[in-house]
């Protein structure tokens, strides 16, 4: 197990994590390197080629702009949505980037704009269809860089040359760990020989790495990034933006709920859960602060049944903080555990598998936190898990516009009722079920594979073709 937990919940901004928050870190890393490198003052020129599913739906995804401020040296875990207008309408209007500005004494300016970028859609790099190739100049046109990454889901990045490099040291960081596992059987070995559950299996290798006090304050963390990004979206009216004209619907559901169900009543769950997810997306299309879990597409789902584990499973309303806090990262313990073996095994990227590999292992995962924080032994969590992705299987990935809005927020809201009930169903059993996480992990992978480039975040086929934007 080489991913932690703060790997797969990463604080970001919208509206993609493999379009938006991948391309941002590259970007910065490529005028750090600059730096570094000595070659920063002497850049006279820059160049940006982006390739695959980065061209194709960049525009509605963010990347131009993630880009842009990447260069700057913003990162995507620090930098407000206030910043980013402010930096964006500066750019816009001078045409200049103030290169390696955050990561730099000094930052030199460069002339570039995001027409300036050249967009290479049909064109598939062999490492990854998230490709990005960042170029440095001179005053006589010499290259002092060439740098090319690949954005290869929930934020993580990947540059060429280095993929051993990535291979050797996760392989080190494998053997690190106390309770090293790939997959799910591993996970379960680990529970069944040491009398732990997931959430304390994943707890375990993370102390390798901080202390107990840093893993649960950082989890605390998490939570309430997710619990403003609900809150912020709530405030916000009008239509959300890229042009589609969706309207926000989060505040009207809200004001009609809170109206309706001012004590929280049970029968209410779902429509608070899917407001919560409706919420998050929400603000994720417009491109707030908000939590990859395990992606930015996906990231309203564990927010949503995390609501749901925290104000309708037994005992709930009489926890104290301390007791809140404890289920809160034993939640997200439990769901990063089953996030490793997605990313371990398959991928989290809706352009390599479809959004199987992101609203799917989504709904996986808070199935799995759920069903832990319920009571479930580790056969019934990984049973939760296996359940809601078998039923996300051969989703595809069809954002209309290319922009993260239809079907996506709603896709959440569905995938997050999904895990609630996949829980369910695996806490009435006894963990004995035909199939295992391991082999419906496998099939996602596979019918990955298999499915057409058109329905893997190209915006050439599904809905971004068959329905009229307006």
Not at 50 to 73: D, K
Not at 361 to 375: E, I
Request: glycine share 10%; charged share 20%; hydrophobic share 40%.
């Amino acid at each position: 197990m080489a991913v932690s937990v703060f790997d797969l919940f990463k604080v970001g901004i919208g509206p993609s994590s493999s379009h938006t928050v991948g391309p941002m870190r590259a970007a910065q890393t490529f005028a750090q390197h600059l730096e570094s490198k000595g070659a920063l003052e002497t850049t006279t020129a820059i160049a940006v080629d982006l390739y695959g599913s980065l061209a194709a739906t960049g525009a509605g995804h963010g990347t131009f702009t993630a880009v842009m401020l990447g260069l700057e040296g913003y990162a995507p875990d620090t930098v407000l949505p206030d910043e980013v207008e402010v930096a964006l309408e500066r750019m816009q209007q001078t045409g200049v980037v103030r290169l390696g500005d955050r990561v730099a004494p000094a930052p030199t300016l460069i002339d570039f704009r995001i027409e300036d970028m050249t967009q290479r859609p049909l064109t598939v790099l062999p490492f990854h269809t998230n490709g990005m190739t960042f170029k440095a100049f001179d005053e006589r046109g010499e290259t002092l860089l060439d740098e090319t990454y690949f954005s290869v889901g929930g934020g993580f990045i990947v540059r060429e040359g280095t993929e051993d490099v990535v291979a050797d040291r996760l392989e080190e960081a494998v053997n690190e760990k106390p309770f090293p596992f790939t997959t799910g059987a591993e996970l379960l070995e680990h529970c069944e020989r040491n009398d732990m559950t997931f959430a304390s299996v994943m707890l375990a290798n993370e102390l390798v790495k901080r202390d107990e006090t840093e893993v649960r304050e950082g989890l605390t963390h998490i939570w309430r990034v997710m619990e403003g990004c609900k809150d912020a979206a709530l405030t916000r009216t009008g239509v959300l933006p890229g042009g589609l004209n969706v309207r926000r619907r989060a505040p009207e559901w809200h004001r009609k709920l809170s109206e309706s169900d001012p004590d929280r009543n049970p029968i209410f769950w779902q429509e608070w859960v899917n407001l919560v997810a409706l919420a998050v997306n929400e603000e994720n299309a417009t491109g707030g602060r908000v939590v990859t879990a395990p992606t930015n597409g996906a990231a309203g789902i564990i927010p949503a049944v995390l609501f749901y584990a925290t104000h309708y499973t037994p005992g709930a309303r009489t926890w104290n903080e301390e007791e809140k806090q404890a289920v809160i990262a034993d939640f997200l313990l439990a769901a990063g555990a089953v996030g490793v073996l997605y990313k371990e095994q398959a991928s989290i990227s809706g352009a390599e598998v479809g959004c199987q590999g992101e609203v799917g292992s989504a709904s996986s995962m808070a199935a799995a936190g759920l069903a832990q924080v319920l009571g479930g032994s580790p056969q019934q969590v990984e049973n939760a898990a296996e359940i809601a992705m078998e039923h996300n299987l051969g989703l595809t990935c069809d954002p209309i516009g290319g922009l993260v809005q239809i079907p996506c927020i709603e896709r959440n809201a569905i995938a997050a009722s999904k895990a609630i009930n996949a829980a369910k169903m695996a806490l009435m059993g006894d963990g004995d079920h035909h199939v295992t996480l391991d082999e419906v992990i496998i099939t996602m992978r596979e019918t990955g594979k298999d499915m057409s480039s058109k329905y893997k975040e190209t915006a050439m086929g599904g809905l971004a073709v068959n329905v009229i934007e307006c």
